[in-house]
C-alpha cells in the first residue's frame, strides 16, 4: 500500500555501525512543529485533512501528482484510507481511532514491542526553528552555528528511549542521541522518519505519523 504522503526530499544518511557507546543525556530540545501542522488543518473529516495534507505537498512541489501511480508488477496501487484505517484499527484494537490519551498508549506499547533496535532516525522535515535560516533571513553562518546544539532535519540520530509520559499536543516522545556527537535530545516522534529506507522500522514510523497527524 503505498503512502498518503511523502516527505521533502533530502539526502537520505546511511546509519553508521552499532558500536556506539551511551553518555549521559546533556541537552533536551522539546520541538512544536506539529501543533502548528495541525493547526492549519479541517478537523472535521479525517479524509479531508489527508486530502488537504497532499494538495498543499503539490501546490509546494514536494510531490508531483503522479506519486500515488506506482508500479508494482506492472499493476497500480493507489492508497485506500478504508484499508489504512482498518490496520490503525487492528494496531489499536478499537474501531474508534481518533488521537487520545488511551489510543496513544496503545500505539506507544505497539511500537515499543515491534521496533527493532538499533533505530536509526532523521527529521521527516526540517525542524520548527530551521525554517528562518532554510526558508526567510536567517544567516547561513549563525544556522550552522546553531545546528551544533540544536537538532536538524539532515542529522541522523539513534534511538535510546521511549518517554513513558505524552500527550495529544506532541504525541510519543523518545529520547535520541546525534550519531555525529553524541548529543541528546527529546523530540516528538512524529517529527521523525527512519533515515533507511530498507529498514523494517521504516513503515511502522510512516504510519504512525500519518495517523497522528490525520487524527489528532
Same mark, same amino acid.
Given at each position: 500500500?503505498?503512502? !498518503?504522503?511523502?516527505?521533502?526530499?533530502?539526502?537520505?544518511?546511511?546509519?553508521?555501525?552499532?558500536?556506539?557507546? !551511551?553518555?549521559?543525556?546533556?541537552?533536551?530540545?522539546?520541538?512544536?512543529?506539529?501543533?502548528?501542522?495541525?493547526?492549519?488543518l479541517d478537523h472535521s473529516d479525517p479524509r479531508m485533512i489527508l486530502k488537504s495534507m497532499i494538495e498543499q505537498?503539490?501546490?509546494?512541489?514536494?510531490?508531483?501528482?503522479?506519486?500515488?501511480?506506482?508500479?508494482?508488477?506492472?499493476?497500480?496501487?493507489?492508497?485506500?484510507?478504508?484499508?489504512?484505517?482498518?490496520?490503525?484499527?487492528?494496531?489499536?484494537?478499537?474501531?474508534?481511532?481518533?488521537?487520545?490519551?488511551?489510543?496513544?498508549?496503545?500505539?506507544?506499547?505497539?511500537?515499543?514491542?515491534?521496533?527493532?533496535?538499533?533505530?536509526?532516525?532523521?527529521?521527516?522535515?526540517?525542524?520548527?526553528?530551521?525554517?528562518?535560516?532554510?526558508?526567510?533571513?536567517?544567516?547561513?553562518?549563525?544556522?550552522?552555528?546553531?545546528?551544533?546544539?540544536? !537538532?536538524?532535519?539532515?542529522?541522523?540520530?539513534?534511538?535510546?528511549?521511549?518517554?513513558?509520559?505524552?500527550?495529544?499536543?506532541?504525541?510519543?516522545?523518545?529520547?535520541?542521541?546525534?550519531?555525529?556527537?553524541?548529543?541528546?535530545?527529546?523530540?516528538?516522534?512524529?517529527?521523525?522518519?527512519?533515515?533507511?529506507?530498507?529498514?523494517?522500522?521504516?513503515?511502522?514510523?510512516?504510519?504512525?505519523?500519518?495517523?497522528?497527524?490525520?487524527?489528532?
Amino acid at each position: 500500500m503505498s503512502k !498518503p504522503y511523502q516527505n521533502k526530499n533530502k539526502k537520505k544518511l546511511q546509519p553508521p555501525g552499532d558500536d556506539l557507546k !551511551p553518555i549521559q543525556i546533556d541537552e533536551t530540545i522539546m520541538s512544536g512543529l506539529l501543533s502548528k501542522r495541525r493547526n492549519s488543518l479541517d478537523h472535521s473529516d479525517p479524509r479531508m485533512i489527508l486530502k488537504s495534507m497532499i494538495e498543499q505537498m503539490e501546490s509546494l512541489g514536494l510531490i508531483n501528482k503522479n506519486f500515488f501511480d506506482v508500479e508494482d508488477d506492472d499493476e497500480d496501487e493507489t492508497f485506500d484510507v478504508e484499508e489504512f484505517e482498518e490496520k490503525v484499527k487492528k494496531i489499536l484494537g478499537n474501531s474508534r481511532i481518533k488521537v487520545n490519551q488511551k489510543t496513544l498508549n496503545k500505539y506507544f506499547k505497539y511500537l515499543k514491542e515491534n521496533l527493532e533496535l538499533p533505530c536509526y532516525l532523521s527529521g521527516s522535515e526540517e525542524f520548527l526553528w530551521e525554517e528562518e535560516y532554510l526558508y526567510g533571513s536567517g544567516k547561513i553562518k549563525e544556522y550552522e552555528e546553531l545546528k551544533k546544539t540544536n !537538532p536538524s532535519y539532515t542529522d541522523v540520530f539513534v534511538l535510546e528511549n521511549f518517554q513513558p509520559k505524552f500527550d495529544d499536543t506532541d504525541g510519543i516522545m523518545v529520547d535520541v542521541k546525534r550519531v555525529s556527537d553524541n548529543r541528546q535530545f527529546t523530540l516528538p516522534l512524529a517529527e521523525l522518519e527512519v533515515s533507511d529506507e530498507d529498514s523494517p522500522n521504516h513503515s511502522l514510523i510512516e504510519d504512525y505519523l500519518a495517523w497522528f497527524i490525520t487524527y489528532s
